[in-house]
């Protein structure tokens, strides 16, 4: 299969660059914020530990926006941060549904849910071959970004609003379907987590494919190698 | 440990560059601007009296959690309490047409709305409790607001680190069906911690604007002559004024 040139669009590396900034800030003024009430809760309320489904961990200050705790401080950078990411993300959308790099890189086909092909995708990411699938992503990795992209980062965003009260009048039949203000707190905790499981993995396999060509032409768009 | 030692480093460094920012004076206005987009685009999405969600009374929570004051021993409060508040005064004032003084017993002949909802803490825990009380338009209605009032700031009789408590809304806030000036709580007379005896609900925000221990509502054009200026005592320490976040 010959690779194209171009490896990847603009607005796919500025979705990416632009989305990482966001990420990073949202999730470490996120840290900040559950360091004012460490506990989950399942339903409609709860504001005691007896009452949680988990305790969370103090997450400790260099890990967190600002650095040191101020809720007020990390409430402003997580709310400011979340229209780069939400519009950011809106934008990316739009831009791999209009010039189809969504249909012909990241959606699947059904031959490739075949046990055998999916068997074989997973033995050759054990053999850190990643270069093997017939488009420019192989199975694995475009399952994975289509739940990161389809999934995962417009759930921050709907979950994100389920918490806010002003929204709630409005949105108040999403907030009953995810199971309350607090399940969706929950929820947004859970996909925060699932974001950064996804973080590490993917820079470790960015790292163990070929860091400086993988870079190069996330940056550049043209094929690296 | 190596690798930790560079992360904590990069970590450092981009912490510096962010508070960097956040002190220069174009980030600060960034930062703040983003909560009034956040308001704009929920009042766009929302109509203005759209009403917060309202629970069956089995969804009470067992016992309404008190935070901040909970327990005032400034000024005369707790000789009010002891006395039962026999002697409590609601001021209604400002920029008004006829200033109110009412007791308790003026307050709990009104009509009466009563409304069970859950409050959302900035911290992030909700508890649901059945509040009662009358809708706070009445009373503006019946002082008749000037035409340059454009806040509505509620004065409480609590400091909190020796710091008098205080809040405001803007009139589409309160002049909300569900802001109420509430007297009780799942059917008893309001406790202590909760605000006795009487507190704001402003039901589709944050807890920290509904002010307990409430002794005046005043009509103002402007916010910037009370305290810090910011419009509530945890907007002086540098809290979003538009709590619907
Ligand atoms: C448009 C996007 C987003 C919006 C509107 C949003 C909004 C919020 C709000 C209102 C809270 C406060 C919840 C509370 O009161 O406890 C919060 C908490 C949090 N956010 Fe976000 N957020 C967004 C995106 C993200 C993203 C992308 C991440 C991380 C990758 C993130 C991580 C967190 C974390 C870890 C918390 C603390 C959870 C807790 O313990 O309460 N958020 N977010
Ligand atoms: C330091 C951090 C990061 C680095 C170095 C990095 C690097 C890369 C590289 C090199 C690619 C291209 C992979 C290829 O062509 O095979 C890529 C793609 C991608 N990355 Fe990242 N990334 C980072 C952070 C993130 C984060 C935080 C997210 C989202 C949560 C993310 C989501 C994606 C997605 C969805 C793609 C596929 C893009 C597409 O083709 O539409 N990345 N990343």
Redesign the interface.
Known sequence: MTKPAKRHALTTRLWHWSNLVAMVILFMSGLTISNAHRYLYWGDWGFEAKDAWLAVPRFPDWMTIPGYYSLAVARDWHILAAWLFALTLLFGWIAMLVNRHFKRDIATRREEWRPANIKADIAAHLRLDFDHGKGKYNFIQKLTYGLVLGVILPGMVLTGIAISPGMEPTFGWMVDLMGGRQSARSFHFIFAALVFGFFVIHVLLVILSGPIWQLRSMITGRDGR | MKRRNFL?AA??A???G??KV?ESAPGAK???A??S???AA?RF???RE????E?PRS?I?PYF?GNGSVDPTNGDYQAQAASDFANWRLEVRGLVETPLSLTLDNIRRLPQRTQVT?H?????????GEWTGPQLSLLLDAATLRPEARYIVFRCADELSGARYYESVDLIDAYHPQTIIAHRLNGEPLPIKNGAPLRMRI????GYKHAKYLTAIEAVASLEDLYGGKGGY?ED????W????
């Open positions: 904590v970590g450092a981009f912490l510096a962010c508070n956040a960034l930062l703040s983003a909560e987009w956040h308001k929920h999405l929302s109509n759209a009403l917060a969600p629970y969804a929570s959690r859950r959302d803490c900035v911290e992030g825990w909700s508890a649901i039901e589709r925000q944050l945890w320490r540098g809290y979003q538009y709590a619907g976040i």
